[in-house]
């Protein structure tokens, strides 16, 4: 999926002296509270993570409590979506005005009826209704329906919310298009699918996020740092 890709930082997080024992779970739990939410700084959703703790020197902070700084380098896993990228869900709710899907098992997707492709006709049936392709009405969309949709609209606001298209091509019901769809058909049976890797190199202390027992910080800062719309848009 083009929406997972692999990164690198390099952090600084701030322990708490009564962690000093077990520094790496320390690390890891800290960055383990940022899991599954939108971060600025990663540009992503931090889906998973491997820390490793540079060294054994630490720098100590001033203070009451003399927190001290782990320089640490983290291997990410992102999801990052953005507007014309392809992405892959199940649809969980559907109707004639739109088909609402969750992506990974956890990140929800809303197509409006504006963003289906005119050749699809609702129909309402007892189990809730489907999606029928007029050319080929093997070509359907149904509740638990896996399906492959454009990106249209990203919002970090909401968790990476995805406002998604059904209009441009190599889009619909996967299992149809495993087999009537050549270019898709060949991403598959080539194994392109997989997630890019991306460096980011997150240096610096900006940044603070603590957590709430105040085991640890994590101080962070891009190298180049600019401001950003919560929303993405074509």
Same mark, same amino acid.
């Given at each position: 999926?083009?929406?997972?890709?692999?990164?690198?930082?390099?952090?600084?997080?701030?322990?708490?002296? =009564?962690?000093?024992?077990?520094?790496?779970?320390?690390?890891?739990?800290?960055?383990?509270?940022?899991?599954?939410?939108?971060?600025?700084?990663?540009?992503?959703?931090?889906?998973?993570?491997?820390?490793?703790?540079?060294?054994?020197?630490?720098?100590?902070?001033?203070?009451?409590?003399?927190?001290?700084?782990?320089?640490?380098?983290?291997?990410?896993?992102?999801?990052?979506?953005?507007?014309?990228?392809?992405?892959?869900?199940?649809?969980?709710?559907?109707? &004639?005005?739109?088909?609402?899907? !969750?992506?990974?098992?956890?990140? =929800?997707?809303?197509?409006?009826?504006?963003?289906?492709?005119?050749?699809?006709?609702?129909?309402? &049936?007892?189990?809730?209704? &489907?999606?029928?392709?007029?050319?080929?009405?093997?070509?359907?969309?149904? $509740?638990?329906?896996?399906?492959?949709?454009?990106?249209?609209?990203?919002?970090?606001?909401?968790?990476?919310?995805?406002?998604?298209?059904?209009?441009?091509?190599?889009?619909? =019901?996967?299992?149809?298009?495993?087999?009537?769809?050549?270019?898709?058909?060949?991403?598959?049976?080539?194994?392109?699918?997989?997630? =890019?890797?991306?460096?980011? &190199? !997150?240096?610096?202390?900006?940044?603070?996020?603590?957590?709430?027992?105040?085991?640890?910080?994590?101080?962070?800062?891009?190298?180049?740092? $600019?401001?950003?719309?919560?929303?993405?848009?074509?």
């Amino acid at each position: 999926m083009e929406a997972l890709r692999e990164a690198e930082a390099e952090l600084t997080v701030y322990v708490h002296p =009564s962690n000093a024992a077990d520094v790496r779970r320390a690390v890891s739990r800290q960055l383990s509270t940022t899991l599954f939410s939108y971060e600025d700084r990663f540009e992503g959703v931090l889906l998973a993570h491997e820390v490793v703790v540079n060294g054994d020197r630490a720098k100590i902070l001033n203070g009451l409590v003399p927190y001290f700084g782990v320089p640490v380098h983290a291997n990410l896993l992102l999801y990052s979506p953005q507007p014309d990228m392809i992405l892959e869900g199940k649809v969980e709710l559907l109707g &004639k005005e739109s088909i609402h899907a !969750i992506v990974l098992g956890v990140f =929800s997707a809303a197509i409006m009826a504006d963003d289906i492709n005119e050749k699809f006709k609702f129909k309402r &049936k007892g189990d809730g209704g &489907k999606f029928i392709s007029r050319s080929d009405r093997h070509h359907v969309i149904r $509740k638990g329906s896996m399906i492959r949709f454009s990106v249209k609209r990203v919002d970090t606001e909401m968790n990476c919310h995805i406002t998604g298209s059904l209009l441009p091509p190599h889009t619909g =019901s996967m299992p149809w298009l495993s087999t009537h769809d050549a270019e898709y058909a060949s991403e598959i049976s080539s194994g392109t699918r997989r997630p =890019s890797n991306v460096g980011i &190199k !997150i240096k610096n202390e900006q940044d603070h996020k603590t957590s709430d027992n105040e085991d640890s910080v994590i101080n962070s800062e891009r190298p180049h740092k $600019k401001s950003r719309k919560r929303a993405l848009e074509e």
